[in-house]
Structure formats: structure tokens, C-alpha cells
């Protein structure tokens, strides 16, 4: 067994007192022995000390806690439970990571930061709801979410108890905690009780908080506030409770130190024009707050907090008024202090100057009597039993009086100001259940201690008292439910402290008793208590003083001052003075006092003027009773109340602290912490604590950390329980050490630490095997590294040393071979010198023999070559005789051909398309007469040389010629014919030389004109490339900035897409706060119709599907007038200003009320024509049968004279059409292209008249049949007389049909009964006629008006064309200016630029004309078909005669139109809408259409749709489809809670939506129709505001789908991402202490843990399957699916910055695994771009965060860069929040955390610390058509369908 003395060991570390930190680290530096007087210790820097051991005085010091538990959540959770650890980890926590809440078993540790932490929004509060209280952080939220919880769970009420010293945060927190129970328990009737029990704060603060020197915003009272709950635990209100409110500050005010806010912030806003009546001024001029000498708070606006007072009051219904009156007596209290009273010269008597300005405005703003109020305020009454004195007062005895009377005056404005807040936070309601927050003062200790600080201090001995009794019972309660034994655990007793203060005769009793006495003091009170207490133990006489006591309280010694015990115990106020106030003309004030004198004296007048002996009696009465009720009393007494209360709830304890007295944020003084710690009895729940079996841990949990302990044989045993238990009797032999409970194992304090010892000790053992066996590894593989190194040294030493000896070898071999190769190189030389001389001899002597020869070969060689030159030229002058004159030919033609071609050239090079193409083929022409240039030279040179040939030959045969000349000259003598010939040929040659001499000039001036004409072609090739470089720049340029704009368009569309994005967020928001009102509407709506009607009252479902319409479009059913006068209700229950506010009510009122203003209208006018009809009429009516044909009779011809007057009308807009354009084509007649097509045109408009004039014939003919008919039908019937209130029944007919019957019926009967005037008059059939014509004079009207209007129009029109022309003319007039201006070729081009333009427009006008008009006959040709249907299926009816009460005529037609083929249309009649809409919408559930095709119920209503706009029943369409819609939501509000059908009516109100684009007609929406679909489009309405309120609903429903699937995941995402071991094995268990105790755990169900990651991905994909099997589009259902993961990545990372039990590098291993499978089933779901991956990215990092390194700067910059999605408060947080599972692994230093933070300064991050959970991302409905055609449709007989008729 281990003994207390072995664990002082060496290295072991110790807590050592020290004055300055209380508690100092050391290490133990040598082993401790028992019995040993010294403790050789090493302090931490570095320097040793010896610890003496005594066996009383310095006893052993405390142990230190392992490092893994250091930052521990809950302080019961050390190992060690001692001060000196708590001190330390509460330091480590709020220092290095910033914690500023810690558990001590069931107290919440809060310190005071001083610093605004972003860890209060409404996210952290959604995170903690729900949460077990040991799940989370500790937090102020999650103590209020266990009360909450154990509120519902056990019903039972809560309290939560906020203590501690002036400036440490009680305020703050039981703000806080009543801000979340107003968050999770929001009222749930909309009566925002929630936001009157939060606007109470800021009035307690103004009146009862003020500043002192510990603390800015001090509360100067207690208070406990009850909220109540109703049985659905959503608050219904709540009530205040105040104690001890400081009055003595209304008169007093140390130095630094103010009055209470509220005069601050009146005298801040004095300047207001309301104000100006309360005469305030600088607070710096009254006496009453500038005691302290510092008016002001840094950091803190007066005025501002005022406006924040005010607009409180407001909230809570507190009149203006009343507001006004409390300002009134506030600044009469300031106006009261600076009231100057003047001492006489006796010095027994004092007055007051009537000239006081002060005294004025005081009795002014309470409206008393100056002079009366004067006089009492220096003089007393004194009565007794026979004569009544008026005494005078002194100076110092008046001041008094006028304190107390301040005093007085704001204490009661206090109680009045508290009981009108209660009164506003009480309901009517019973209240089932409530939760209190009692924020009261801590234990206070000052210099001098007075008579508030004993009542606060006895108020803490009675709390600290229930405090030790609730930690004992629930110590008791753990150990008897693990059923382990237990012994009673000691612990203080206050209750003789307590006994000493309100037992019998004790010091309040002693109080009370000496202030009844007529001359007590304080002296004869202090000589009583120590008489009377000076043998008890906690009482003591100081040895320096006779007027003052000491206390021992459990916190510490108390030192008492009695001066003014008395004096505030008694708390008396003169009599007089209360009179004179209760006299006040104000109300207000006088019942200020009034509540008092008829609690105390109901039967009492008050008329004392008179004095006598009998009402003298009982005046004294009246003190004698209150003085029974003095302070201290009244405080005894409601502390005992407040103890019931506590008593009877299940209390939970915050315990604040102040962590230094200097207000700097996050600095922490130990020895003001350790004065708190053990005055709010935190170290007291620690000794309880340690006294028993402080740690605890699950069977599981201890056999995880622990298994290394165990052998391997006890591994395979399957029951852990006795696993645990076999290693526990090893390891610890003294069984009182530890207990085997029921699901825990619990353990004396040390034992833990003692099995971590163990537990390290083997790991330590293990790692030195490791180290062993790797170090000798290492050293075998080093000696081999050195070994390998030695052989390659001597393996390249022995090669070196060979090489050497070889290259020794090499080099004498090399120089026996040079000596060689030099001697053979000499002779060679010498040998090839005498050869070379030899040779040149040789060469010389075969030259000169070789030159002889070759200049013999040379003369022969050039006589060959002049008779071939002289040949050749004579052939050559031969050619180009014939040459030159054929290129002077073509010459000469080509000349001509390229004038006229350059003529064309020049006209055509002025146009920019010859310029283009010639600059485009330029360079290939140049190059091509380039060549050609060069070919012709080349010719050129070739011609030259033959002529040279030619020459040269005829100069040969010349000679020759000469020679034979001579020759027969000599022979013949004289011959004449020879030199006759000889001229010839000289002739002949000449001629051939000019000849020659021509071609060569007219070759010369053709080459300088082809070398002209390519200068030329150069220079315009140069020109030409210059321009196009110019236009390639300016292209570049051009593309450039087309660059330029198009990233700026990119810039400017990602902006508008951001844009888009962001109006789409607040229009959806919009869209879901409209939701929000209208459930409130309805919740509104149902409350008004449970108190108009009787309780067992009901309506049909007719009726109630009419009242509960929600349609947004007008309607004429009584139901809305219902829904308006709600409304009207509403608001007036609401308030003017608060109903303004809801826009969209008001919007929705206004709208109602035009419309039913309207229709009230229209009701009465035909209500009144009806009656009178009625009046007259008294014949029985006749079949209903002849009635319906009677009316479609009257309507046809209606119809058919409208149809006529029509077309007619048609007729003539297309003659006018036709002039028109005749008019503009004899204008424009000069171009014969328009005159044709003007042609085509007006045969086309011929062609159409032609065609309108046969529909017309046709049209005559069937009138003068319908009419015949309907004679003959006159003749043989008579005329119902009660046909008219049978009108007023149907309601399926049109509004103006229902006139045109009226009209019609009174010409019929005027007309069969124009000749009997008897029988009119006796029938009163005249009035029915007058009342005919009446109808007909008002058609007449109306169409009158009509005409006018279209006149008027016409006349518009006429107006605009006159400008228009106008205009054109002008314009004319400056393009005949600009012509004129030019010269007369641009005259002409520019002419012809404009005509080719002004025809281009006209002929695209007249081919829009052309398509409107084609349109417009085909509209005509339509209508005119259904009509002719129409009167086929009138004369079919007539034919048929049916006898059934339902008519027939459609039928009839339904019978015939089966036989046709089927247009994907379904007929239903009116009466059957409800039946139809309650089969496909309210009845429908989801498997029922499973099998057919998805969205089945929208394909059926939109074909219903298409058959009313196929038959023009806009009635029927606007019905059909509000009727649906309101379904639709009513089902959805029905099940509002069901994935399935919400996903299911998701999909068929988007699929409706898109059918209603589809066969719009719009062309946007028809590119991918087939023929068929676009022949199904809707003819006749434009659906657009229905497809908006269509739209509106999808979101409603996407946005209802996404909270059902976010509540359904809700519990499963932490324990699925964060708790299940996906891994198994990974996760590490650390020691747990108070905060998962078996009462804060709820133990229904198997809880989150039963979630895994499989559980979670299989929800999602159950979710995505039924999205499928609803047909929800693709894209949709992608966005759910992102949205859901943003939801699971928000709570992921919350609870992660939430939790520091889970912030491990096994965590992140886990989340990373966990991530990755969530991945992969996306990819399995070929999902990978819905985005949902994007939306997880912060919860990765924060994975890769906590596994990554955190160390050195490098790693710093790492986790810069890589957490880029993660805000620098999120980095931190996790970094401190960074928990080592065992001591192997490493802290995150402090240091690198403010690395981190310095790193990322320049982020501007958000400063929210958490993810918004509830942020949506806009959701958008892609159009996607559906390929389904309606024709092929299939209905299921299980539909019940019957009614409907396929068309």
C-alpha cells in the first residue's frame, strides 16, 4: 500500500505558501523520508530552498496536479483537491486561454474579464440549448440551459444564484442568464414578454446601480426576478423582488464614488425641450452628485443611457406622464439637497430663506405648499400623551431631516418604479412553472463597516448555510444512487453565526429593542452586545474600542462600527413632512405616500388640526407600529421569505470574481481571487468535495485509459466491470480508497493522480525499452555506416596507389614513342623538300608548252564564234520585226481595255469593301507584276542577244556578199543588176535598223511606263501597309480594350451576380418573415374566432376553407371581409404605431379595404336592383331548365352583336391601316422594289378583309337562326318572374353576363307585354321593364364611355404622330443642309446612302406590319372558330332537350370531343373545384402517385388551368388556382414537421411553376417545346403574378424543408462528426468531474451517443432519395443538400470552439475520416458540384489545425496560410482551447498564440466567434421544361377522379 510519504519523492512537484502569489511551484530535489525535518526543494527559477517539517506548523506541502490535468473544465475534476490547484488552474484558464468561466462541481467559477467577449450572441446561445451541461464549455448559458432542462424534465422550479463582490459581474451574468431563458423560451403568443423582462434591465440599472470605486455600474440592491412558464414552458412573465436598496447614497457619496445613474443621466439631458420645466442643470451643481468630485464615467454617455431608459419605460407601458412625474420627483430630490439652511444665532434654531430658488423649484415640481414645506422642514413636532409641541431644529438636526426626507422620497420611488415594472411583466396566464435569478451582493469587508454591510453579510451566512446543505444532499444523493455506503461527511456549520445575528436577543433583536427605547444610542446598543454575547465564539470585543464589534463569519473577521446603526435601523422620516407630500396636487406623488398611511392607519382622516384628547390617542400608535418594523426587521423578514423560496427550488450557483481591484482586463491578482474563493464558499465545495470521492469515472472510460495497466490475460474478459475491479484491488491495496458503484468508479482525492503515477511509470518503463531498443539500433547501424565507410576509404586508397603506378608505366612508354615519331618526322621533311623542287621544275617546263597550244586553239575558237554571232543576229532581227508589230497590237488593245478597267477601278475604290480586298490582294499583285516585270526583262535580254547574233551574221554574209561582188565584177566586168540589188539590200537594211530603232523606243517608253506603274504600285503598297499596321494597332487596341471592358464586364456581372445573390437573401428573408406574419395572422385570427363564437360551434369545410383563405389576389367571398375585420382587430390590439411597423400587414389591409370597399359597392347596387325586381314579382318560378337556356340565349346574342361591333371596328382600323401605308408608298414610289412590296401587302390586307367580310356573312347567318329560335322559344313560354333571385345564387357566371341578362330579359318582357297595360299594371311588369331599359341605357353608357376613351385615345395617337412627323420633318431639313454642303459627287453618294437606308427601314417596317397584321387575322380566325363551337354546341342543346337539373351542354360536347383525339386538357364543373382540390392536395399523401409519374397532381391542375383559359373562364382560373395554393399551405402548416410531404408539395408547386412558364407562350420559355407542347400553350391569360406567387410559395416550402431536415440532424450531427469512433480506438479519455454527475445528465433514451457518421450519411441520403422520388429537380435538391452540409459543418465547428474535451489531435484525425466518407458518398452521388463540399471547408481546416504542428514561427506562418476560411478568433480559440490526452504530447504555448495572432492582424475578419447556424443560403429555381407531353398523361383509377373529363 503507498503511504502519503512515498509520494514525496524526488522530481515531484509542490504547492509552498508564499506572501506575495499565496501559493508557490517547487520540485522536490531529493527523496523525502518520514520523520525527515527538511524538504529539499527547487524552485522554478532554478534557485533551491529547505522547506522545514513540523509536526503542527509546517506540515508537508501540497501536491501538484499531473500536467494533463492542469486547465481542467471542472476544478473537481484534479486529482488534487486543494487551494493552491484550484488557484492555479483557474489562473492558467483565464490567463493563458482566456476561459473566463470554470465548474466546481455544481458552482459556475465567473471571472470578471473587463473586456467585451464575443461569446454571448445568439449563436452561442443556439449552440448550449439542448446541450447536457457537461457537454460544452462552461458557460453562463449552459448553467440556465440545466435549469431550463431540469425545469421541464423534473418539474420542478429553478433558481439561479449569482453572487460576489462589488465589480465582479453579478449584474452582468443574471442578465445574461435572463437573456437566454427570453431566447430559448420566447413567448408563444407574440405578446414579447421576453423583451419586457430584458427592457427591465436597463431601468433597475438607472435607479438602483451606481458607481463605486470597485465597480462602474454597481448594484446597490438585491433583487430576485421569477420568470414564469407556461406547461409548454414558453414565458408568460414575470415579477421583482428588490432587498436593501442603498439610501444612504441618495445623500452621500464617498470620494470617486456617484449617486444612482438616473440623476446623472437627467442632469446629461437637461438641454431637451421637455426637460426645460425640471429647472436641472451641470450635475457638477448639485449637492446631492458631487460629493464623489467625478461626475463622470469613462467609456459611458449619460444622455445615451438615458434614451435607452426611456425607451424602456415605453416598452414596459409605462405612460408618458408617469414618466414625466418620476423625472419630476428625481429632480426635486437633486433641487432638495440644495436647499441652504441657515443656523440662527442661538444655534438651537435654523430657517430657510424664502428666496431659495431650490426649495421653489422643489415644491413646484412635487406641487406642495412653499411656505408650509418651509416651515416643516426646520421644525418638529413632538407629541404627547396630553399637549402637542412644535420644536425647532438646529442646522446640523434640519439637515438630517432633509436627507431622510431625500431618502424617502426615492425609496418610495423605487418601490413605485418596481411594482409598475412587475405590474407589466405579470400575465394573465397561470403560470406553471418558474426559474429565479437572484443577483444579491457577495461578502464585504472595508475599513469601516456600518450597518449595510452586516445586513449583506448576514445575508451571505444564510446563503453560504443552504449552499452547504444543497452540496451535501447532492454528495448524499450520488452515493445512493450508485448505491455505494457513504459516511456522514463534516462540514462547516454556520448556523451559530447565524443564531448570534436573529436568534432571540440576539444582535437584531438588541437593535430592535434599543431603538424603541425614547433616548437609545449606539453606545448603551454596543454595551448590550457585549454583555450579553461575549462567551460566544463568533462574537469578539475589540481591544481599542467601546463603539464597535467583530463578527466571525465563515468567510472571515468582521469588524463592525455602531455609530449610525441605530439611526438607519430606525430609518424615521418626520411626519409633517410625509403629510405635506401626501397633500401634493400631483397624483403621482401623493400616492407615493398614500399606500402607506392606509396600511398603517386605514381608518385614520388626517384632520390634526384641531387638538383634543381623543384622536391625540392614537397618534402615537402609528410610529409605536412602525417602529415594530424597523430595517433590520423588514430585511430579517424578507430574507426568511427568500430562503422558503430558495428552499423549495433547485438551486444552481454562479459564484463571480473579481480578478484585481485596477478594472485592467485580463490580469489576475492571487491574493484578491483567494480572499473571493473562500468567501463565496467555492473552496468549501472543494473540502466537501475532497472529504469524499471527489473523482469519478465510467467503467469504460477508466477501462481505456487504464488497459496499459492490465495484464493480457484480463484484456480478453468480455465484462469490463470486473476487469476494472481485478486491476483496482492490484494497484491500490487500501480499499477505502476507492468504490465499485453502480456505473462509476469513485476514488479518494490523490488516487487518480496516484494511477496516472502509474500509469506514466509504465508508459515511462515502455518508452525506455523503445529508447533502448532504437538506440541500439541506431548505434548497429551507425557502426555499419562506419564500418562501410572504413572498406570504401581503403578499397579507393589501394585503386589510387595502382592508378599511379600505371600512369608511371603510360608515361615512359609515351616518350619512347615521341622520340621515335620526332626522328622519323626530320627525315620526312627533308626527303619531301628535295621532291618538292623536282616537281615545280617539272610544272614550269609542261606550262609553257601547254600556253603555246591553247592560244593556237583560241584564234579558231573566236572565227567560230563571229560567224555564229553574225548568223544568229540576222535571224534575230527576222523575229522581232514580227514581234514588235504584235505587241504593238496588243499594246495597243490592252491600253484601251485598261482605261476602261482603271475607270471602273477608280469608281469602285472608293467604296471601304474594294479598299479591304485590294489591301487584302495588293501585296499578291505587286508581287505578281513584280515577276512580270522581271519576265519581260529577262525577254528583253534575250531578244538583245539574238539581234546581236542577227547582226553580227548579216554583217558576215555582207562581207561575204561583198567578196563574191568583187569577184563577178572582176569575172563579169560591169554588173549593173548586182549593184542594183546591192542598194536593194542596203535599202533594206537601213529599214531594218529603223525598225529596230522604234521597237527599242516604244520598248524603252512602255518599260518607263510599266516602271512608273510599278513606283506607283509600291508606293500604294507602302501606303497600303502602313494603313493596314495603322488598322492592325487599332485593332489591337480596339481588342484590347474590348479586354479591358469585357474584365470589367466580368468584374462588373460577378458584382451584380453578388449583388443578385444578396437581394435574393433579403427578398427569401423577406418571403420568410411574410411566413412568420402570416402564422402569426392565422394564430391571431384563431384567437378571435375562439372569442366571437360559442364553444361547441364548428365550421363546415366549405366555410372553412373560405376563412382561413390566405390569397394575396382579391376575391368576393365573405370569408376576406372576415380576414379584414380580424386584421382591423389586429391592429388595434397591436397598436397604430406597432401595426405600422408590419409593413406587410398594413399593405395587406390597405388592399383589402379598396377592394371590399369596392365590391361593396357593386353588392349594394345589385342587392338594390334586386330587391326592387323581387318587390314587383310574384309568378312561380320554372324549370331551371328553360331558365339556363333562357340565359345562354341572351348571353350568345350578347356575345355575337359584341363580336360584330368588333370586327367592324377591325374592319376599319385595317382601312385606315391601308391608307396609311398607300399614303407613305405614292411618296416613296420612286424605288419599284418598295412599290412591289407594297403590292404584296395590299393584296395580302385585301385578301384578309375578304376573308373577315365571309366570317362576317357567316356569322349574320347564324344571328338571324339564334334569333329565330329564340323567338319561337319567346312565344311558346312565359317568363320566370323569379328569375333574378336565382341569379343572386349562381355565382359561376360572369359579372357582366349577370348585367347583360338583366338587360335582355327587361327588353324581352317589355316587348311580349307592350300591348296589355292592364295586366302590366296589375303584375307590375312596367317596372320590370323600366328597370330593362335602365340596364340597357346603362350599357348604352358604358359603351358610350368606352368610345369616348377610345376616341380620346385615337386622338392621343393623332397628337403623337403630328410630333412624330414634326420631327421627321426636321430632321429632313438638317440632312438637306448637310447635302447642300457638300460637293456634288458626295452630293450624290451621300443621296443615294440615304435612300438605300430610309427603303431598307421602310421595307423592315412594312414586313413587321405584314407579321402583325398575319398574326392578328390568325387571332381572328381563332376566336372565330370557338365562337362558331359555341353555337354548334348552343343549337345541339336546344336539339337535345335535356331534362336532368345539371346542364348538359358541355356534356354534350364532352361526349362528342372523346371521340377526337386527347389535347391534354380536364373539365371539371365548379361545384366540383372543393372535391377536386381536397383530392389532390389536402387528401393527397405521397404513396399514393408513387408508381406514376413524379409530380403527377401538378400535371392534373395545370391541365384543369388550360381548359379554363381554353373556354376564357378567368373565374374559374383565379379560383382553381387560389383555392390550390391555400390547400397547399394548409397542408404544408399541417404538416409542418414531415420531410416527406413538405419535399413531396416542394416538388409539384415547382413543377406547377414550370408548367406555367412552359405554356406561357413566351418565347423565352418555349425554345425547348416540341410542335405539340407549343400548340398547348395557354391562349387567352397572362399567368405571370400567379407564377410570382408561385415562386414565393417554393421558397416558403424549401425554406419549411430545410428546418425539417435541420431539426431531424439536429441531434445527430455532434455525437455523428464529433463523438463515434469512426476509428476505432483513436479517441483518448480524460478525467471527468462534477459536471457529468448522473443529475445534469439526461438519462431518457440512449441520447446523442447512440448517433454514428453511418447514421448521419444514411439520413442524408434518405433525404436525397425522397427528394428523387419526388421528381424535386436536380438542382434543387443539390441546394438542399448544401445547405444541410453548411448546417452540419456550423454545429460541427460550434461545439468544436465550445469543447475543450474534444479540441485533440484525435479529434482532428477523426473529423478528417469523417469528412472524407461525407465526400465520398457526394461523389458516390455524383453531387461533387452542388457546393456542398465549399460549405464544409471551415471545418476541415480546423481538422488540419489541430493535427498540424504548433511550435516554431514556420508552423505559425503554416497555419496562416492554410487556415484562410477560419476567422484569427476561431484560430485562437481552438489554440486554446488545444488538449493534450496524455503527457507525452505538448501544450500550445502562450507565446505562439500571440505569434499567431500578431500574424493575422491584418485579416478583417468578423468578430463573431461562431458560425450562424440559421444563416440560408438564396435558394433559386432553375426553369427546366418537362419532356412529358400532356396528351400521354395517365390518370390512376386510385385517384378518385371520376368528375374530370378528358378535352
Known sequence: MVTDYELYSKYTRVWIPDPEEVWKAAEIIRDYKEGDPILHLKLEDESTLEYHIGPKHNVLP?????????????????????????????????????????????????????????????????????????????????????????????????????????????????????????????????????????????????????????????????????????????????????????????????????????????????????????????????????????????????????????????????????????????????????????????????????????????????????????????????????????????????????????????????????????????????????????????????????????????????????????????????????????????????????????????????????????????????????????????????????????????????????????????????????????????????????????????????????????????????????????????????????????????????????????????????????????????????????????????????????????????????????????????????????????????????????????????????????????????????????????????????????????????????????????????????????????????????????????????????????????????????????????????????????????????????????????????????????????????????????????????????????????????????????????????????????????????????????????????????????????????????????????????????????????????????????????????????EVSLAKFQPGHRRNPSTQSSLESDSNYPSISTSEVGDTEDSIQLVEEMGVEKAAMDISLFMKLQKRVRELEQERKRLQTNLDKMEELATHKGIEPKGSTSEQEGEDLAYNSLKRQELESENKKLKNDLNELRKAIADRASQNSSSNELQDGYNLLLNQLKAANEELDVRKEEVLILRTQIVSSAQQEKNTNHIDTNIVPDWTNNSNKPIDKEEALLAYHGICESKNRAQDWGYLNEDGELGLAYQGLKQVARLLEAQLQSQTRQHRDELEALHTQVELLKADLHKRQEMLNHTLALSPEAQVEYSVQQEITRLTNDNLDLKELVEKLEKNERKLKKQLRIYMKKVQELEVSQAAQPSKARPELTRQVTVQRREKDFEGMLEYYKEDEALLVKTLITDMRPHTVSATVPCLPSYILFMCIRHADYINDDQKVHSLLTSSINAIKKVLKKNNEDFEMTSFWLANTSRLLHCLKQYSGDEAFMTQNTGKQNEHCLKNFDLAEYRQVLSDLSIQIYQQLIKVAEKVMQPMIVSAMLESESIPSLAGVKPMGYRNRSSSMDCDGEGPSSYTLEALIRQLGQFYGTMGEHGLDPEIAGQVLRQLFYSVNAVTLNNLLLRKDVCSWSTGMQLRYNISQMEEWLRGKNLQQCGAVVTMEPIIQAAQLLQVKKKTSQDAEAICSLCTSLSMQQIVKILNLYTPLNEFEERVTVAFIRNIQNRLQERNDHPQLLVDTKHTFPVLFPYTPSALSLETLHMPASLNLDFLNHV
Open 62 to 1086: 501540497f501536491l501538484r496536479n499531473p500536467d494533463i490535468l492542469v486547465g481542467e473544465n471542472d476544478l473537481t475534476a484534479l486529482s488534487y483537491l486543494h487551494e493552491p490547484a484550484v488557484l492555479h488552474n483557474l489562473k492558467v484558464r483565464f490567463l493563458e486561454s482566456n476561459h473566463i468561466y470554470t465548474y466546481c462541481g455544481i458552482v459556475l467559477v465567473a471571472i470578471n474579464p473587463y473586456e467585451q467577449l464575443q461569446i454571448y450572441g445568439e449563436e452561442v446561445i443556439n449552440a448550449y440549448s439542448g446541450q447536457n451541461m457537461g457537454d460544452m464549455d462552461p458557460h453562463i448559458f449552459a448553467v440556465a440551459e440545466e435549469a431550463y432542462k431540469q425545469m421541464g424534465r423534473d418539474e420542478r422550479n429553478q433558481s439561479i444564484i449569482v453572487s460576489g463582490e462589488s465589480g465582479a459581474g453579478k449584474t452582468v451574468s443574471a442578465k445574461y442568464a435572463m437573456r437566454f431563458f427570453a431566447t430559448v423560451g420566447g413567448s408563444a403568443n407574440d405578446t414579447n414578454v421576453e423583451e419586457k423582462v430584458l427592457a427591465s434591465s436597463p431601468i433597475m440599472e438607472a435607479i438602483g446601480n451606481a458607481k463605486t470605486t470597485r465597480n462602474d455600474n454597481s448594484s446597490r440592491f438585491g433583487k430576485y426576478i421569477q420568470i414564469g412558464f407556461d406547461r409548454r414552458y414558453h414565458i408568460i412573465g414575470a415579477n421583482m423582488r428588490t432587498y436593501l436598496l442603498e439610501k444612504s447614497r441618495v445623500v452621500f457619496q464617498a470620494e470617486d464614488e456617484r449617486n444612482y445613474h438616473i440623476f446623472y443621466q437627467l442632469c446629461a439631458s437637461a438641454t431637451l425641450p421637455e426637460f426645460k420645466d425640471l429647472a436641472l442643470t451641470s450635475a457638477e451643481d448639485f449637492t446631492f452628485t458631487s460629493l464623489g468630485e467625478n461626475i463622470f464615467i469613462e467609456g459611458v454617455n449619460d444622455a445615451k443611457d438615458f434614451e435607452k431608459t426611456k425607451e424602456a419605460f415605453t416598452l414596459l407601458g409605462v405612460k408618458e406622464s408617469n414618466q414625466s412625474s418620476i423625472y419630476r420627483v428625481m429632480a426635486s430630490i437633486l433641487h432638495l439637497g440644495n436647499v441652504e439652511i441657515c443656523s440662527e444665532r442661538d444655534g438651537e434654531s435654523c430657517h430657510i430663506s424664502r428666496d431659495d430658488p431650490h426649495l421653489g423649484h422643489f415644491c413646484r415640481l412635487l406641487g406642495v405648499e412653499l411656505e408650509q414645506m418651509e416651515h416643516w422642514l426646520c421644525r418638529r413636532k413632538l407629541v404627547t400623551t396630553s399637549e402637542t409641541y412644535v420644536k425647532n431644529m438646529s442646522c446640523k438636526q434640519a439637515a438630517n431631516a432633509r436627507n431622510a426626507l431625500a431618502k424617502h422620497i426615492y425609496a418610495h420611488m423605487f418601490d413605485w418604479i418596481v411594482e409598475h415594472v412587475n405590474l407589466a411583466l405579470q400575465t394573465s396566464f397561470k403560470q406553471h412553472s418558474f426559474i429565479g435569478v437572484l443577483d444579491i451582493y457577495g461578502f464585504e469587508t472595508f475599513e469601516v463597516n456600518s450597518f449595510e454591510q452586516f445586513c449583506i453579510n448576514y445575508a451571505n451566512e444564510k446563503l453560504q448555510q443552504q449552499f452547504n446543505q444543497h452540496v451535501f444532499k447532492l454528495e448524499q444523493e450520488e452515493y445512493v444512487k450508485e448505491q455505494i455506503p457513504w459516511t456522514l461527511i463534516d462540514f462547516y456549520d454556520n448556523q451559530p453565526c447565524i443564531d448570534l445575528i436573529e436568534a432571540r436577543l440576539g444582535v437584531l433583536d438588541l437593535l430592535d429593542e434599543e431603538c424603541k427605547v425614547p433616548k437609545g444610542t449606539d453606545q448603551n446598543w454596543a454595551q448590550k452586545l457585549y454583555s450579553q454575547h461575549s462567551s460566544s465564539v463568533h462574537f469578539q470585543k475589540p481591544r481599542m474600542s467601546n463603539v464597535s464589534f467583530v463578527i466571525v463569519h465563515f468567510a472571515d473577521k468582521v469588524e463592525y462600527q455602531c455609530d449610525g446603526f441605530l439611526e438607519k435601523n430606525r430609518d424615521t422620516v418626520y411626519e409633517e413632512q410625509i403629510n405635506i407630500l401626501k397633500a401634493s396636487k400631483f397624483q403621482l406623488v401623493a400616492d407615493l405616500f398614500q399606500e402607506r398611511k392606509d396600511s398603517s392607519a386605514p381608518g385614520f382622516s388626517g384632520k390634526s388640526s384641531k387638538i383634543n384628547v381623543r384622536p391625540a390617542k392614537p397618534v402615537p400608535k402609528v410610529p409605536n407600529k412602525e417602529h415594530r418594523k424597523t430595517v433590520g426587521h423588514q430585511f430579517r423578514s424578507s430574507l426568511q421569505l427568500l430562503m422558503e423560496t430558495l428552499n423549495a427550488t433547485t438551486p444552481h450557483y454562479v459564484r463571480c470574481i473579481k480578478p484585481n481591484d485596477e478594472k485592467e482586463s485580463f490580469m489576475f491578482d492571487s491574493r484578491r481571487a483567494v480572499q473571493q474563493l473562500r468567501a463565496c464558499g467555492v473552496l468549501e465545495t472543494i473540502r466537501i468535495s475532497a472529504a469524499g470521492y471527489p473523482s469519478r469515472w465510467t467503467y469504460p472510460d477508466f477501462f481505456n485509459r487504464y488497459r496499459v495497466l492490465m495484464k493480457k490475460s484480463d484484456m480478453t474478459i468480455s465484462d469490463k466491470k470486473l476487469v476494472c475491479k481485478k486491476l483496482l484491488e492490484t494497484l491500490v491495496k487500501d480499499p477505502d480508497k476507492f468504490q465499485f458503484g453502480k456505473t462509476k468508479i469513485f476514488f479518494r482525492a490523490g488516487q487518480v493522480a496516484y494511477l496516472e503515477k502509474l500509469r506514466a511509470d509504465k508508459f515511462r518503463s515502455a518508452c525506455i525499452k523503445i529508447q533502448k531498443s532504437v538506440r541500439g539500433w541506431l548505434q548497429r547501424v551507425r557502426y555499419r555506416k562506419i564500418r562501410r565507410s572504413a572498406l570504401t576509404l581503403q578499397r579507393y586508397g589501394r585503386g589510387y596507389l595502382a592508378r599511379r603506378h600505371a600512369e608511371q608505366l603510360r608515361l615512359t612508354r609515351a616518350a619512347v614513342i615521341c622520340q621515335k615519331q620526332y626522328r622519323m618526322v626530320r627525315d620526312r621533311q627533308a626527303y619531301l623538300r628535295v621532291r618538292q623542287a623536282v616537281v615545280t621544275i617539272q610544272a614550269f617546263t609542261r606550262g609553257m608548252y601547254t600556253r603555246r597550244i591553247f592560244q593556237e586553239f583560241l584564234l579558231h575558237h573566236k572565227a567560230i564564234i563571229i560567224q555564229r554571232s553574225v548568223r544568229g543576229w540576222l535571224q534575230r532581227r527576222k523575229f522581232r520585226r514580227a514581234r514588235d508589230a504584235a505587241v504593238t497590237i496588243q499594246c495597243a488593245f490592252r491600253r484601251v481595255q485598261a482605261r476602261r478597267r482603271l475607270k471602273q477601278l477608280k469608281i469602285e475604290a472608293r467604296s471601304a469593301e474594294h479598299l479591304k480586298k485590294l489591301n487584302s490582294g495588293m501585296e499578291n499583285k505587286i508581287v505578281q507584276l513584280q515577276r512580270k516585270m522581271d519576265d519581260q526583262s529577262k525577254e528583253l535580254k534575250t531578244q538583245n542577244e539574238q539581234l546581236l547574233v542577227t547582226n553580227v551574221g548579216l554583217s558576215s554574209e555582207m562581207t561575204k556578199l561583198q567578196k563574191q561582188l568583187e569577184q563577178v565584177r572582176v569575172r563579169q566586168g560591169d554588173g549593173t543588176q548586182l549593184q542594183d540589188e546591192l542598194e536593194k539590200l542596203r535599202a533594206e537594211l537601213q529599214e531594218a535598223h529603223a525598225h529596230r530603232k522604234r521597237l527599242e523606243e516604244e520598248y524603252g517608253s512602255e518599260k518607263l511606263g510599266l516602271e512608273q506603274r510599278v513606283q506607283e504600285l509600291e508606293k500604294e503598297n507602302i501606303l497600303l501597309k502602313s494603313e493596314k499596321e495603322e488598322m492592325n494597332q487599332m485593332i489591337l487596341k480596339q481588342s484590347k480594350n474590348t479586354e479591358d471592358q469585357e474584365s470589367g464586364v466580368v468584374q462588373r456581372e460577378s458584382k451584380l451576380q453578388t449583388e443578385l445573390d444578396e437581394e435574393r437573401q433579403r427578398y427569401q428573408n423577406m418571403l420568410k418573415e411574410f411566413s412568420r406574419l402570416e402564422q402569426r395572422y392565422d394564430n391571431l385570427q384563431e
